[in-house]
Antibody, heavy 124, light 112 residues
Framework: QLQLVQSGAEVKKPGASVRVSCKAS????????IHWVRQAPGQGLEWMGR????????NYAQKFQGRVTMARDTSITTAYMELTRLTSDDTAVYFCARVSKPYYAKTGGEFDPWGQGTLVTVSS | DIVMTQSPLSLPVTPGEPASISCRSSQSLLFRNGNNYLDWYLQKPGQSPQLLIFLGSNRASGVPDRFSGSGSGTDFTLKISRVEAEDVGVYYC?????????FGGGTKVEIK
C-alpha cells in the first residue's frame, strides 16, 4: 500500500551531519514531489524544502540554505535529507511527506501521506 | 514569507458539541485559478500529521463529514460539527501558495 517509511532515530554530536532516508512504496515514485518538515520537541511544524524525484530539482527554505541537501535514488524509490553543521537547535523529529497529486497536475500542494518521523538528537 | 496565525491556541471541547478554529494569512491565498492554497492537518498525540482539508474546503479521502473547511483570501475556518473523543490533537493550517511553505502555530483540541 501507499506508504513512506523513514530511517531510524539518530544521535549526533554538534558539528556533525545527519542523513535521513524516506523509502516510498505503493505508487510511481517519480510522479510525486517529496517535502521535508521538522518539529522540535513540543513545537510546531517547520517546512524545510522539497525535491521533485523526476528531475531531482530542489527548493529549500532560506533558513536551511547551505546546510541542507535533498536527494533521491529512483532505483530504490528513496528520498534523502542531509543536514550538516548540526547544533542543539536541530534536535527535532524530521518528517518526509508526499504531495498528494502528481507534480504535473499543477494544482494543490497538500501532503498525503507522511512518513512516521525520524528523531534526530544533537547532544555533546 | 507568508505568516499564518491560528486561534485559539487551546480549545477545550465537549463531546458532541461543535468546535471552530480560525486561520489567518498575511497575504491572500487565493490564486488566479480560483483555488485557495490552504490546507488543514490534524496531528494526533504521538503520530504524524494527517491531511483533513485541502484547497480550503475539500475533505481528504476518508475524513469524516463532521469536518469542514471554509473561507477565502486571508481568513479560513475549520469546523467540527460534533466533536468526538478521537478528534483530540493539534490542528495546523498550512499555505502552499508560495515558497517557503508555512504553517500556523497550531491549535490544541482537548476534551473537557
Amino acid at each position: 500500500q501507499l506508504q513512506l517509511v523513514q530511517s531510524g532515530a539518530e544521535v549526533k554530536k554538534p558539528g556533525a551531519s545527519v542523513r535521513v532516508s524516506c523509502k516510498a512504496s505503493g505508487y510511481t515514485f517519480t510522479d510525486y514531489q517529496i517535502h521535508w518538515v521538522r518539529q522540535a520537541p513540543g513545537q510546531g511544524l517547520e517546512w524545510m524544502g522539497r525535491i521533485n524525484p523526476n528531475s531531482g530539482d530542489t527548493n529549500y527554505a532560506q533558513k536551511f540554505q547551505g546546510r541542507v541537501t535533498m536527494a533521491r535514488d529512483t532505483s530504490i524509490t528513496t528520498a534523502y535529507m542531509e543536514l550538516t553543521r548540526l547544533t542543539s537547535d536541530d534536535t527535532a523529529v524530521y518528517f518526509c511527506a508526499r504531495v498528494s497529486k502528481p507534480y504535473y497536475a499543477k494544482t494543490g500542494g497538500e501532503f498525503d501521506p507522511w512518513g512516521q518521523g525520524t528523531l534526530v538528537t544533537v547532544s555533546s | 514569507d507568508i505568516v499564518m496565525t491560528q486561534s485559539p491556541l487551546s480549545l477545550p471541547v465537549t463531546p458532541g458539541e461543535p468546535a471552530s478554529i480560525s486561520c489567518r494569512s498575511s497575504q491572500s491565498l487565493l490564486f488566479r485559478n480560483g483555488n485557495n492554497y490552504l490546507d488543514w492537518y490534524l496531528q494526533k498525540p504521538g503520530q504524524s500529521p494527517q491531511l483533513l482539508i485541502f484547497l480550503g474546503s475539500n475533505r481528504a479521502s476518508g475524513v469524516p463529514d463532521r469536518f469542514s473547511g471554509s473561507g477565502s483570501g486571508t481568513d479560513f475556518t475549520l469546523k467540527i460539527s460534533r466533536v468526538e473523543a478521537e478528534d483530540v490533537g493539534v490542528y495546523y493550517c498550512m499555505q502552499t501558495l508560495q515558497s517557503p511553505l508555512t504553517f500556523g502555530g497550531g491549535t490544541k483540541v482537548e476534551i473537557k
